[in-house]
């Protein structure tokens, strides 16, 4: 087994010293001359040296770990967020611990103090269903951890800590405003699980343009989905055989859900019903790539996620205020674009 190559590796071939190639392979400023740096950097390539991180966590009191806790990693919306969190941080050189809460309070409150026995630096945190609808427990468990935490996609109502979300009550107001531009007026809607929630206000933003345009949305039409495929394909039956013209799907996953239950009654899309969904995940992963949804900009969600947490972190230690993202909290939202495709059409 090969010895594995060190510091003092690099600095005797490149002949300077150890702390000279640590000051340029971590970046820092020094007066050494470009053809020098361009040999350390050179000869530590060539080398395949490895940084030793334990070391560099010491140096610098930086774990170079963000986390990032989703509440149900199979749904394609949180498995996308995911990957483009990971890429965003990896260009600023951190790595990404990825854990799942099940939508678990319980699970969240053992995962939260798992990260902070890990050392990570920050955190982004989509809260259990639970925890964002009562966060008093929450709130307490992210005051405990001492590092910056970003709450992302699913907010909580109380506005007590750093968050970025889309605009949901906007994306569910345009969805409406687009089924009633084609003609549309017995339009149904597959919510989540029918609880409080910031999800829930898109169908709020849905619901109350129907209002505003003096066609109420039908109790009778809203269903409940719980977000998932099978939650679309078992309310399709009844929105079906209730003479739905349209529907609104809360998320991507209920309306290929819908639709495909839709297809198997021998009915097509958007001859016989028309559906738009929300967070345009289906193209990313090649399903129903032609449906008509809310796109909710999962890269700018990334990127603006990292930059709040990047500038806490900046903070940390020099702030005038021990957590700035708990004592003066930051709330981004980014509005949701409609994608027209195929699956909506006038009436």
Request: aromatic share 6%.
């Amino acid at each position: 087994m090969s010895r594995k190559v060190t510091i003092k590796d690099v600095a005797r071939l490149s002949h300077v010293s150890i702390t000279a190639v640590s000051l340029v392979l971590n970046n820092r400023p020094t007066r050494m001359s470009k053809e020098k740096q361009k040999l350390i950097i050179d000869t530590a390539e060539r080398l395949h040296y490895i940084p030793n991180q334990a070391a560099r966590s010491l140096a610098t009191n930086r774990s170079m770990l963000l986390a990032l806790l989703v509440p149900d990693i199979e749904n394609m919306f949180f498995a996308s967020l995911s990957k483009a969190l990971e890429d965003v941080i990896g260009n600023d050189g951190y790595s990404l611990l990825i854990a799942n809460s099940d939508d678990s309070q319980q699970t969240e409150h053992r995962l939260l103090r798992q990260f902070a026995a890990r050392g990570v630096d920050g955190l982004f945190l989509i809260p259990s269903r639970e925890s964002a609808k009562r966060s008093d427990e929450l709130q307490k468990d992210v005051a405990d951890l001492g590092f910056p935490v970003v709450l992302t996609d699913r907010l909580v109502s109380e506005h007590w800590c750093d968050a970025v979300g889309s605009d949901n009550y906007v994306g569910g107001s345009l969805a409406a405003e687009t089924l009633l531009t084609q003609g549309h007026r017995r339009i149904a809607c597959i919510s989540g699980d029918g609880r409080t929630g910031e999800t829930n206000r898109r169908i709020a933003g849905f619901s109350n343009a129907l209002d505003k345009a003096g066609f109420g949305l039908d109790p009778a039409l809203n269903c409940a989905g719980n977000y998932r495929f099978d939650g679309g394909y078992r309310a399709a039956d009844h929105i079906i055989d209730a003479h739905a013209t349209a529907v609104f799907c809360a998320n991507d996953l209920m309306a290929m859900g819908f639709i495909q239950r839709l297809e198997e009654r021998g009915l097509s899309c958007p001859e016989n019903c028309s559906v738009i969904g929300y967070d345009d995940i289906s193209r990313r992963f090649g399903f129903n790539h032609q449906l008509t949804t809310l796109d909710q900009n999962i890269q700018t969600l990334a990127e603006t996620c990292h930059k709040m947490i990047s500038s806490r972190l900046s903070q940390v230690g020099s702030a005038s205020s021990e957590h700035p993202w708990l004592t003066d909290p930051q709330q981004k939202f980014i509005k949701p674009k409609l994608i027209s495709r195929s699956t909506v059409s006038h009436l």
